[in-house]
């Protein structure tokens, strides 16, 4: 079992402490949604961080030749 203090030494923290955190930047007069909000964004984030572990990154090159290929798509 991991105890909270070796969370934080290894810069790991809960979802519970991640979530308290949140709150604490949000104006108090946040309403639901916005929670709701904040928190699913909060997720993706961990998700990407995630993939990007294990799956790994694009290059600054890679980015610019798959958007390339959006933007003659579009029709802007």
Do not use: C
Request: glycine residues 8%.
């Amino acid at each position: 079992m991991v105890t909270e203090g070796r969370r934080e030494e290894k810069g790991m923290q809960t979802a519970k402490n991640e979530v308290e955190q949140l709150l604490k930047n949000l104006p108090d007069e946040s309403s639901y949604e916005d929670i709701q909000y904040h928190l699913y964004v909060l997720e993706k984030i961990k998700q990407g961080e995630q993939r990007a572990a294990t799956e790994g990154t694009l290059s600054q090159e890679q980015a610019e030749a798959r958007f390339g290929k959006w933007r003659g798509l579009l029709p802007y």
